[in-house]
């Protein structure tokens, strides 16, 4: 049985012709039929003929080209459109058909691609002018860890450039560190351009489809600089205010104490003198050495071990260790947080007792709870003391307002609050008198 063979196909425009032919071919078959069956010259016979079969051809010919030619003129739009060539535009016959339907869909496409690309166009120029005008030094490594993107900032950063530099692997530019670890971090590192502090941050994008890994490189040594000075202008002030306030008074009182001893008779109560005043400079020296006991105790404070921690556990040891007034607990949904226990039961110990302080002067409550906030925590401390007075020096190391007191206590728990990834805030309550301590944590 010889092998089944698939019968050629005819294309669109040969199926176009046949049925074109079918179309015409009962008319044409009946008119010479008739014509050769008739009492007609056979010179008429074969003109006839010859017309007919002309004709019959040239409609066929013709629809062919009725149907094809649009389909043509369609294809060479959408081919155009593929190639980018938005201009191009196709005239309907008439705009009430189906061919002017198709047609004026197709040239609405082209102009909304054209308004797309001019968009694309506009944006990818603005964003090149930015990354080449931005003083920061912007970097994008391919999965192989080879530089694909650079700024004119990265090239002055490497002192190299862009046409040396890419292709080059992270090891080899010396950024393989930027690659790894945290994705935002703050790098002492010298490089070719510069050394001093920076500020990097890593994040992934994708460019045609292929993963990408966008490295920020900034400078913050010039910013770091002015905040560190004004930190220590700040602190050499309080640290200056203290310590005129404890030596002061021991100078003043040396110098009697040695106009006593100078005199030629010395009066009868002297002993008396000498006692009193070496008692001042001892009180003085005490709360010299608590001061730079506090300021120790703050520049030492170790980084946290995190562990998993019951938000309840926690408060409910904190509020124990207060005694002089029993804090109203306002239970919150069972958390659980990664954090020092240690630490963090030393911030809320410290807002319970300024919590208490105030309470105590107008005989008012304290009221502690917990509540989830999206990824964060909160726990809450209220008291119904008179207030905050102002916020300015809220947190300023060894400012305080109580007597006695060192000053250290909230920039102490801001610290350790922001050392766990969180913040630490006070202001006054809007519900009532008194103030609202808030220590937020990642949940």
Same mark, same amino acid.
């Given at each position: 049985?010889?092998?089944?063979?698939?019968?050629?196909?005819?294309?669109?425009?040969?199926?176009?012709?046949?049925?074109?032919?079918?179309?015409?071919?009962?008319?044409?078959?009946?008119?010479?039929?008739?014509?050769?069956?008739?009492?007609?010259?056979?010179?008429?016979?074969?003109?006839?003929?010859?017309?007919?079969?002309?004709?019959?051809?040239?409609?066929?010919?013709?629809?062919?080209?009725?149907?094809?030619?649009?389909?043509?003129?369609? *294809?060479?739009?959408?081919?155009?459109?593929?190639?980018?060539?938005?201009?191009?535009?196709?005239?309907?016959?008439?705009?009430?058909?189906?061919?002017?339907?198709?047609?004026?869909?197709?040239?609405?496409?082209?102009?909304?691609?054209?308004?797309?690309?001019?968009?694309?166009?506009?944006?990818?120029?603005? !964003?090149?002018?930015?990354?080449?005008?931005?003083?920061?030094?912007?970097?994008?490594?391919?999965?192989?860890?080879?530089?694909?993107?650079?700024?004119?900032?990265?090239?002055?950063?490497?002192?190299?450039?862009?046409?040396?530099?890419?292709?080059?692997?992270?090891?080899?530019?010396?950024?393989?560190?930027?690659?790894?670890?945290?994705?935002?971090?703050?790098?002492?590192?010298?490089?070719?351009?510069?050394?001093?502090?920076?500020?990097?941050?890593?994040?992934?994008?994708?460019?045609?489809?292929?993963?990408?890994?966008?490295?920020?490189?900034? /400078?913050?040594?010039?910013?770091?600089?002015?905040?560190?000075?004004?930190?220590?202008?700040?602190?050499?002030?309080?640290?200056?205010?203290?310590?005129?306030? *404890?030596?002061?008074?021991?100078? *003043?009182?040396?110098?009697?104490?040695?106009?006593?001893?100078?005199?030629?008779?010395?009066?009868?109560?002297?002993?008396?003198?000498?006692?009193?005043?070496?008692?001042?400079?001892?009180?003085?020296? /005490?709360?010299?050495?608590?001061?730079?006991?506090?300021?120790?105790?703050?520049?030492?404070?170790?980084?946290?071990? !995190?562990?998993?921690?019951?938000?309840?556990?926690?408060?409910?040891?904190?509020?124990?260790?207060?005694?002089?007034?029993?804090?109203?607990?306002?239970?919150?949904?069972? !958390?659980?947080?990664?954090?020092?226990?240690?630490?963090?039961?030393?911030?809320?110990?410290?807002?319970?007792?300024?919590?208490? /302080?105030?309470?105590?002067?107008?005989?008012?409550?304290?009221?502690?709870?917990?509540?989830?906030?999206?990824?964060?925590?909160?726990?809450?401390?209220?008291?119904?003391?008179?207030?905050?007075?102002?916020?300015?020096?809220?947190?300023?190391?060894?400012?305080?307002?109580?007597?006695?007191?060192?000053?250290?206590?909230?920039?102490?728990?801001?610290?350790?609050?922001?050392?766990?990834?969180?913040?630490?805030?006070?202001?006054?309550?809007?519900?009532?008198?008194?103030?609202?301590?808030?220590?937020? !944590?990642?949940?």
């Amino acid at each position: 049985m010889p092998p089944h063979r698939k019968s050629a196909r005819l294309s669109y425009e040969g199926r176009v012709v046949l049925l074109a032919l079918l179309a015409g071919l009962p008319g044409s078959a009946c008119a010479l039929i008739i014509l050769w069956t008739g009492d007609y010259a056979a010179r008429t016979q074969w003109t006839l003929t010859l017309a007919i079969v002309c004709a019959w051809l040239g409609f066929a010919m013709a629809v062919r080209e009725r149907v094809v030619f649009p389909l043509q003129t369609l *294809s060479n739009l959408l081919a155009a459109l593929r190639e980018g060539d938005f201009s191009v535009r196709g005239r309907s016959p008439r705009p009430d058909d189906a061919l002017g339907e198709v047609m004026r869909e197709v040239n609405t496409l082209g102009s909304t691609l054209r308004e797309q690309r001019l968009g694309a166009m506009e944006a990818t120029t603005l !964003l090149r002018t930015v990354m080449r005008e931005i003083d920061v030094a912007i970097f994008a490594f391919d999965e192989r860890q080879r530089l694909r993107l650079v700024n004119h900032a990265g090239e002055r950063l490497l002192a190299s450039t862009a046409e040396r530099l890419l292709g080059q692997t992270a090891a080899e530019l010396h950024l393989a560190a930027c690659l790894e670890g945290p994705q935002q971090s703050t790098l002492q590192a010298a490089f070719p351009g510069g050394a001093g502090r920076w500020g990097m941050r890593r994040s992934r994008i994708r460019e045609r489809g292929l993963p990408l890994e966008l490295v920020v490189i900034s /400078d913050l040594t010039q910013a770091l600089s002015e905040q560190e000075l004004q930190a220590w202008q700040r602190l050499v002030r309080v640290l200056g205010h203290e310590l005129n306030n *404890s030596l002061a008074p021991i100078k *003043s009182i040396a110098g009697s104490l040695e106009s006593i001893l100078a005199r030629d008779r010395l009066p009868e109560d002297w002993r008396e003198d000498m006692r009193r005043g070496l008692n001042v400079i001892t009180s003085r020296s /005490d709360s010299l050495t608590r001061f730079i006991g506090a300021y120790a105790r703050l520049a030492r404070l170790p980084r946290p071990q !995190l562990q998993p921690l019951s938000v309840a556990d926690c408060v409910g040891r904190a509020v124990s260790s207060e005694t002089r007034l029993a804090a109203e607990v306002e239970p919150g949904p069972p !958390l659980t947080v990664r954090g020092d226990p240690d630490q963090l039961e030393q911030v809320l110990i410290n807002l319970l007792r300024n919590a208490t /302080d105030a309470s105590l002067a107008t005989s008012g409550t304290v009221r502690i709870g917990w509540r989830r906030d999206g990824t964060m925590m909160e726990i809450w401390v209220k008291d119904e003391g008179p207030g905050l007075s102002g916020t300015a020096n809220l947190f300023v190391p060894f400012f305080t307002t109580k007597p006695g007191g060192s000053g250290i206590g909230l920039v102490l728990s801001r610290q350790i609050a922001e050392s766990h990834g969180g913040a630490l805030t006070l202001e006054n309550r809007t519900d009532g008198p008194g103030c609202v301590a808030r220590l937020r !944590l990642p949940a």
